[in-house]
């Protein structure tokens, strides 16, 4: 089964500044889709961002970009110009390549954002 | 376009009662996933259902847990005999099912909160 594993349990970041979320994956699958969630403490789950794996190019929305490394099995997150807004869980997630493939998630990481 | 609804938001129930979580996937979305989250811990799958039919029920404990998704009506998880270690926020999500672009990504509902005294 494909493991989805997040090493940094809580991370925290001064208003304005840059933090970068680490996430790596196992699988034996060519193609994929990883996804970063944001969960705020209302316990809604966001879609911040999301990658193809057969695209090279990282994916970015906004002050939110990816640094995607397939080699390496790793799919970080980094949040630009952090804001208040920002402080939330965030969950890295890996979906197969198929239609109803289920969603891996990592354990998660707590960002604080210090004004 | 309504998200994906799930309610009651918050549930708490006594041992040994039943618990029916419900999930209203977006409007057109034929696929629906539950997922469980323990505290401190990331969502885990438990089902995939499409309309009367469980595709993939390999996350979901054998004994006390079921789910449908019937023709007409919401998804329901139905949960018998609770147990402490039940309690948990339980996640509905629904994707279109078809190809497109964003077959691929799964919307989330708000989450059920179910307490077991």
């Known amino acids: 089964a494909q493991t989805v594993t997040q090493s940094q349990p809580e991370m925290s970041v001064q208003e304005a500044e840059t933090v970068t979320l680490s996430c790596t994956y196992d699988?034996?699958?060519?193609?994929?889709?990883l996804f970063w969630y944001k969960q705020p403490p209302s316990r809604q789950m966001i879609l911040v961002i999301r990658?193809?794996?057969?695209?090279?190019q990282n994916a970015t929305e906004n002050r939110f970009s990816v640094n995607f490394q397939k080699a390496a099995k790793s799919f970080s997150l980094k949040i630009s110009d952090s804001q208040l807004g920002d402080a939330a869980m965030y969950f890295c997630a890996y979906r197969g390549p198929n239609t109803g493939n289920q969603f891996y998630f990592g354990t998660g990481t707590s960002l604080t954002v210090i004004p | 376009n309504a998200g994906v609804m799930q309610n009651p938001r918050h549930l708490v129930r006594r041992r040994g009662q039943e618990a029916r979580l419900r999930c209203s996937p977006m409007?057109?979305?034929?696929?629906v996933y539950w997922y469980r989250q323990l505290p401190e811990e990331g969502l885990k799958f438990m089902v995939y259902l499409q309309k009367e039919n469980i595709i993939d029920e390999s996350g979901m404990p054998k004994e006390r847990f079921s789910a449908e998704f019937p023709k007409e009506g919401p998804s329901i998880l139905r949960i018998q005999q609770v147990v402490r270690g039940d309690s948990a926020a339980y996640f509905c999500a629904s994707s279109p099912g078809t190809s497109g672009a964003s077959y691929n990504e799964q919307f989330f509902g708000p989450g059920t909160r179910l307490t077991v005294l």
């Open positions: 409007k057109g979305h034929s696929h």
């Open positions: 990658q193809e794996a057969y695209k090279q």
């Open positions: 699988t034996s699958e060519s193609d994929y889709y």
